[in-house]
Structure formats: C-alpha cells, structure tokens
C-alpha cells in the first residue's frame, strides 16, 4: 500500500520505502518496536500524545535482508543510531557506511537511503520528528512537550539548520538515550511509555546538544537561505523528467518553495541569470537533447512532450532556433558521434 509521507504544495512524497519493513516484520524476518502517528510502521501511539513524533523505536535484524530502503523524505527531522552491526547509507548520493556507534541526521529536503541495496544485520533506532518544516529557508517550531530552555533551544536549531553532516560519532549519552527509548516503546501498552518518553526524548535533545558542544561544529548560514531552497527546486527538477514536464507556473513554483513570485524570481535569476520560465524552458531543451540522444525508440513529438513542451511543432521551431538544425538532424548528428558498435 502506497500513502503519502507528506503533500507538499504540487507534488507529493510517497511512504512506499515504509512497505519492506512491514512485509518483513510480517514475515518474522526482522524484529520491529514503533510507536507511530499517521501511516508508519508501528503501533499507534494515543491521539493527542507527543504529537510531532511520526516514529519511534528500532529494529533488530540479526540475520540481514534481502530489502532495502530506498532513495525517500520524511515529513521530519530523522535521527537514527547503529547500536550493532553494519549499514550502508546515502544522503544525496553520497554513500557513507555505517558502523556501530554511528549517528545519522536528515532534513525533509535531503533524499537518503539505508541499503545498497539489501540492509545488513543491524540493530537501528529510529526517530522522526515533524518540526514543520520542509524547505532550508523555514523557521522551525518544536512541540510543546520539548522543555529545552529557549537559549539552548535556539542553539540546537541553528546547529541542525546550519550543518548538513549527515553522519556523526555518537557520545555514549546519546547512545544511553536511544537504548532507553527503545526499552520504553518496547514495554509501551496503549501509551503507558508516553511520559517516560517525553523525559528520554528531552534527555536526547539536550544530549545531542551536548555532543555538538563537545566537538568542532561548522555552522553556514546560507544552508538556511531562501537561495539554496530555489536552488534545491530547481536541481530536483532538473533530476526529474517528470516533474520537469509537469505544468508549471511561476506562481506554482513559488508555491513550491514556501517563497512569494517576486522573491522566487529574484532567487533564480540570481541563480541562473534568467527569469523562471525562460530557466524553465532551458531545462527542458537540455533534457530533451539527452533524450534524442538516449531514447532512439520516441520520436520528436514524443520527446518534445515527455519534456514538457506543448507539441511537437513548437519545440522543433524552439529548437532550431537555439540550435540551428532541427531535432532530426541533431539527433542524426549525435548519432554519428556515437561509436558504432553501439
């Protein structure tokens, strides 16, 4: 079963990495404590009760699977910890292994993965936290039940906003948080855990704040830019065809990015130099180019439309007159190049 993690504005995350890890504690391959709200894995966790959290718990596979989680956001800030074993892991295309010991940090805006592609024996916790948020740009709101002192609050946000490393050692307090996590969900009857989960989920925010303070943290403000979110719009655009050839208008994208179309169109043109649909129609050309090149099975009109444009009249005109030669011939052309045992 398919449901969304999130909608957000236009387009729409899908829980669909969720599935293996139902199927396999089904089965009995995998060992899964959760308390959830919404449609995660695990139990339900009473209406109203720490209310942000999304999941929490941990699994225990001690035999390793023929699954993987594959590239996905969450809807919230996601914390996990290797207590044993070995995972692979990837944030943004990047691969970082992950040994016992290992802390790992997502945002909504960063694609991650754990598997490559089958996860390994491992015992992992877990926590997604929803702090409303799903752009760089956005201030965060933590729940009511965090009782950090706003100072200390404050610093942890900005190190979290400020510093993207998805991956750190974990200090053994953190480490000691997770493990009394664990045991609380797992002993957890109809939301008998839930206070005691309140205090160890405090006891981890001020502990990971802790870790931070204890070593050398690098902090970038225009990791929190409205920039860096068009920035990120327009790379996941450009790395989906089929968001690229979805209807936009420039007050859709603004939408998209949480931004106003005047700030969405000063970020981008002083990203690209371009105003955002003229930007728009210019990713399209580049990624209806590759595709004349790769696709010999779609003719004009069916690359022209799988890229988004109208019809295949108007993007062989658009064409020629930015390339010089029409579609045809450029993809003759780019034939040519090609070595001829391909």
Known sequence: MRRPIYHDADRTYQADTCRPIIEAAAAGHVRLEALMHGHYPGRPLPRGALPGVKMVGFWDDAAGQTWGLDWHHNEGVELTYVESGQLAFGVDGTAFPLHAGDL?????????????????????????????????????????????????????????????????????????????????????????????????????????????????????????????????????????????????????????CRLGVTRFTHCTKELVNMAPGQYLTHCRMKAAEQMLADRPDLNVTEVALACGFGSGQYFSNLFRASHGTSPRRYREQMGKQLPADL
């Open 104 to 256: 790992t940090i997502t945002r909504p805006w960063q694609a991650h993965r754990v598997g490559d592609p089958h996860v390994a024996a491992s015992r992992l916790h877990f926590l997604i936290l929803d702090v409303n948020v799903r752009r760089p740009h956005q201030p965060w709101h933590w729940p009511a039940w965090l009782v950090l002192a706003r100072p200390d609050r404050e610093e942890l946000t900005d190190i979290l906003r400020q510093n993207e490393n998805p991956v750190w050692p974990a200090t053994a307090e953190v480490a000691h948080c997770f493990r009394k996590i664990g045991q609380a969900v797992e002993s957890d009857d109809c939301g008998s855990s839930v206070s005691r989960l309140a205090v160890f989920l405090n006891e981890l925010f001020l502990q990971l704040l802790e870790m931070f303070r204890s070593c050398p943290v690098t902090l970038d403000r225009s990791l929190t830019s409205t920039q860096r979110t068009v920035q990120l719009f327009w790379r996941s655009l450009r790395a989906n065809t089929d968001q690229l050839a979805a209807e936009w208008t420039i007050e859709r994208m603004a939408r998209q």
